[in-house]
């Protein structure tokens, strides 16, 4: 994978040609908030001898290339396309596409009264363990996390389980439901520990106007087959909206390792 961009096959020379295939981060390339593994690289270096490929998450772009590239290797040269922040930040080989701001929509004083209505919220709240960054600030969204995404790796596996057996994202993202109703946001629960606000359509299906727009451009493709590989697939997860999508063909994976087994199934690698 950390072979150069140019000895890929150019996106419109790709053998199986018009398609390509978009992934989650956490849960379905690597670990939630681990390193991909060398495994995964080469089978996406061999996938994108074939199709041209693509990420697309929540994190920013700095925790994308923490995850996914090297120190020496960026991570928007293994992908063809990266979509960080559901694809309000967004490359193509390698080149920046436009971006969009979350404060800019939303504007500061609105911005003011979400923030202090969660913290608010959080202090409030009765569980096993707080940390730190409770709010952290994306350009195209928020993410919220009542732990505090300064969990350490442990911390976050323990919050997991007693979030799911207590509902405390899922009753937390209601509340926000039913207090903020007329500032037009979405509520996407993802990863282990936290969910993510941002506004109606700028969820993951965002992304996709930039994977429709491709065929405009000069050295353009039109996709007419769009694959999507998530773990949080079920209604509320922060890859239900793309995964039911009708412009994409969903494939719902629980870890890494089912992506490998639906990569190998589908295109023989």
């Not at 790709?14 to 956490?26: E, H």
């Not at 930040?89 to 609105?110: C, D, N, V």
Request: hydrophobic share 35%; with cysteine.
């Amino acid at each position: 994978m950390a072979e150069a961009a140019s000895l890929y096959p150019t996106l419109d020379k790709r053998p199986i040609a018009n398609t390509i295939c978009l992934f989650d981060v956490d849960g379905t390339l690597t670990p939630a908030r681990r390193s991909v593994s060398p495994d995964i690289l080469a089978l996406l270096s061999a996938l994108r001898h074939r199709v041209a490929i693509g990420f697309v998450g929540g994190s920013d772009l700095i925790k994308q290339q923490e995850q996914l590239g090297t120190a020496s290797i960026p991570v928007t040269s293994l992908f063809d396309f990266c979509f960080a922040e559901n694809g309000l930040t967004a490359y193509r080989m390698g080149q920046p596409l436009a971006s969009h701001s979350f404060i800019s929509w939303i504007g500061e004083e609105k911005y003011q009264r979400l923030a202090k209505f969660i913290l608010h919220y959080i202090a409030d709240l009765e569980i096993p363990v707080k940390r730190g960054t409770f709010i952290e600030f994306r350009n195209g969204m928020i993410n919220v996390s009542p732990i505090g995404r300064n969990a350490s790796v442990e911390e976050r596996n323990e919050y997991e389980k007693f979030d799911k057996e207590h509902g405390i994202r899922t009753k937390f993202v209601q509340k926000l439901k039913d207090e903020f109703s007329d500032l037009g946001l979405t509520y996407s629960i993802g990863g282990q520990i936290s969910f993510d606000v941002f506004p109606k359509g700028w969820d993951k299906t965002y992304c996709l106007q930039h994977i429709e727009a491709d065929a405009k451009l000069p050295d353009g493709v039109k996709y007419s087959t769009i694959h999507f590989f998530g773990d949080k697939t079920y209604q509320g997860g922060n890859d239900y909206e793309i995964y039911e999508d009708p412009r994409t063909v969903g494939h719902s994976v629980a870890n890494p390792d089912e992506t490998v087994k639906e990569l190998k199934k589908l295109f023989g690698l």
